[in-house]
T-cell receptor, first 112, second 114 residues
Framework: DAKTTQPNSMESNEEEPVHLPCNHS???????IHWYRQLPSQGPEYVIH???SNVNNRMASLAIAEDRKSSTLILHRATLRDAAVYYCILRDGPGANSKLTFGKGITLSVRP | KAGVTQTPRYLIKTRGQQVTLSCSPISGHRSVSWYQQTPGQGLQFLFEYFSETQRNKGNFPGRFSGRQFSNSRSEMNVSTLELGDSALYLC?????????????FGSGTQLSVL
């Protein structure tokens, strides 16, 4: 699986936007970009995913660079509940494969 | 709609024993995958089942096995437990397989091996 690189940690203030970066320079044309987050003492939770175009849902937005070598997860107004480990994951396109390869993720802290 | 249910929530075993963990996927989901989470190794893929067939397997020894039933419920078994098997075991379900699918995770089973 292609590799992603994320900063180890990031801090934000409550009610401010947060931009979480992810580099994936070896991404292939059929790799989907997925984001999951894990709150303390819980299983991972799906956040958003996309292939080429930017995506929005009720939780977040995903901005994908034109060359697809990087992407940014945007939380529009951080809340204390958004403090979690965020994982950026690439998933192969062709074939039936639901495997997720998790890296270390980025730990987001939210200050009140 | 009920989420992914994993039982038991906590389990304590001793070395050499075997253990069976259970996972009930979201209704209508046909794919179930299992992950192991430890502080040292993070989240690692164990295996994936779809329509009662194992579709993919991670890099774990043969002591780790699983199966899926016709109602999509899944079990994983670990035989001859070792101290290093202490971990949070997570189950995830999705409607189908494929890179465009969202996975929904349960809260996990915390296994402690003494």
């Amino acid at each position: 699986d292609a590799k992603t690189t994320q900063p180890n940690s990031m801090e934000s203030n409550e009610e401010e936007p947060v931009h979480l970066p992810c580099n994936h320079s070896t991404i292939s044309g059929t790799d989907y970009i997925h984001w999951y987050r894990q709150l303390p003492s819980q299983g991972p939770e799906y956040v958003i995913h996309g292939l080429t175009s930017n995506v929005n849902n009720r939780m977040a937005s995903l901005a994908i660079a034109e060359d697809r070598k990087s992407s940014t997860l945007i939380l529009h107004r951080a809340t204390l509940r958004d403090a979690a480990v965020y994982y950026c994951i690439l998933r192969d396109g062709p074939g039936a494969n639901s495997k997720l390869t998790f890296g270390k993720g980025i730990t987001l802290s939210v200050r009140p | 709609k009920a989420g992914v249910t994993q039982t038991p929530r906590y389990l304590i075993k001793t070395r050499g024993q075997q253990v069976t963990l259970s996972c009930s996927p979201i209704s209508g989901h046909r794919s179930v995958s299992w992950y192991q989470q430890t502080p040292g190794q993070g989240l690692q893929f164990l295996f994936e089942y779809f329509s009662e067939t194992q579709r993919n397997k991670g890099n774990f020894p043969g002591r780790f096995s699983g199966r899926q039933f016709s109602n999509s419920r899944s079990e994983m078994n670990v035989s001859t437990l070792e101290l290093g098997d202490s971990a949070l075991y997570l189950c995830a379900s999705s409607l189908s397989t494929g890179a465009n699918e969202k996975l929904f995770f349960g809260s996990g089973t915390q296994l402690s091996v003494l």
